[in-house]
């Protein structure tokens, strides 16, 4: 019988060639191109980079604060601050310098209805955590490494917010794996929003005559809601104004425009990930016909204010780059599921979304 020490002088003499750091020349495994091609993007990536927790956790918190005092002011958070309720501007220095027994009485009538702007903060962050964990999770389960999500505060907006993102290493991911990726925040995000709204709905009285600095559009999904439960003093086509708005309706409407805008087909947004993995190369074409027909849609209806999402888009670049893998096959329910994914924006997207009244 070998001794111990002669077992481990004849191990490092014949060392077992099962570590991919041996070259592999005089190996008789020929490899595919995509594999060979995928292989050699890995060993070109740098390590994944450690991921931040104090940011987003700052701004995570910035945008409870925003979207608190966007819903306490009942979404109209500049008038407290520049025009009152009077038709004279009101700086809020000049509310400090003198005593004035109007806008006081005003900001204390802000201040004590914290309840709003409580309901709307919840409901609103609990869509867009929801989407965003979506992302999240389900990039962590493919090892595709991801930032934490970044929500974008906005206190000067009648929403509160401008969404959130998250940073992700897409190169990593394949063809099936960027299709659960990228499907996973809006069915995640629509399964919060949904019943949001759904109880929002319940809520609604429009037989009074609407007030406000502005009015809603609505999205085919939110007009059938509102036909089916039978709001009182709907009509077909109507606006939504301010005054009639409750906390849970406005962030069932943003939450709806959130996932509306994110599916849409193009660059890498979630729709532009769905498309790709669908339709491959031929998703680019479909990119570029629904650009047109959206600047054609800005220009006939002088809806401007989706002009800066139509310039980010194309900064973004309106193609779908290729995936670590094209050829992983997703499956009949992928499919499926993708294919009926895609009424996602004709559904949940509000044409004119926020109009000055």
């Keep these: 019988m070998e001794s111990r020490a002669d077992e481990q002088h004849a191990s490092h003499e014949a060392p077992v060639r099962n570590d991919l750091r041996y070259p592999l020349e005089e190996d008789s495994i020929e490899l595919s191109p ?17 991921r931040r927790v104090w940011l987003p956790i700052f701004l995570f918190l910035a945008t409870c604060l925003s979207t608190f005092w966007v819903g306490m002011t009942h979404w109209s958070p500049t008038d407290i601050l520049v025009w009152g309720s009077g038709s004279a501007p009101r700086m809020y220095d000049h509310y400090l310098s003198s005593p004035d027994i109007e806008l006081r009485r005003e900001l204390l009538q802000y201040a004590a209805d914290w309840r709003t702007g409580f309901l709307y903060m919840a409901a609103m ?28 505060p906005v206190p000067i907006s009648p929403i509160g917010t401008f969404g959130a993102v998250i940073g992700m290493d897409g190169l990593r991911a394949d063809r099936k794996q960027m299709f659960d990726i990228g499907l996973a925040g809006p069915l995640a995000g629509l399964v919060v929003a949904i019943p949001v ?39 077909q086509g109507m606006y939504i104004n301010q005054s009639q708005l409750n906390p849970f309706f406005m962030a069932g409407w943003v939450g709806l425009l959130v996932t509306g805008l994110n599916m849409i087909p193009v660059s890498q947004l979630d729709g532009g990930h769905v498309t790709y993995t669908l339709f491959g ?11 047109v027909v959206a600047i054609i849609f800005i220009v006939w ?57």
């Design 34 to 50: 995509q594999v060979e091609q995928y292989q050699r993007a890995r060993r070109n990536m740098a390590p994944p980079a450690r």
């Design 301 to 357: 209806a002088k809806a401007y204010n989706w002009s800066v999402m139509l310039i980010l888009i194309f900064l973004m670049r309106p193609e779908h780059p290729p995936t670590s893998d094209d050829s992983v096959p997703i499956g009949w329910f992928r499919y499926g599921l993708g294919v009926l994914s895609l009424s996602i924006p004709i559904l949940c997207f509000p044409p004119m979304a926020i109009q000055m009244a």
């Design 281 to 291: 190369k031929k998703a680019h074409w479909i990119a570029r016909v629904f650009l």
């Design 125 to 152: 962050l609990g869509i867009l955590f929801a989407h965003e964990m979506g992302h999240f999770l389900m990039a962590v389960r493919y090892r595709v490494p991801a930032s934490l999500p970044y929500f974008i």
């Design 197 to 235: 709204l759904w109880y929002g709905v319940q809520q609604m009285d429009l037989t009074t005559p609407g007030t406000g600095g502005f009015e809603l559009d609505l999205p085919i999904a939110m007009k059938w809601m509102m036909q089916w439960m039978q709001v009182p003093g709907y009509q």
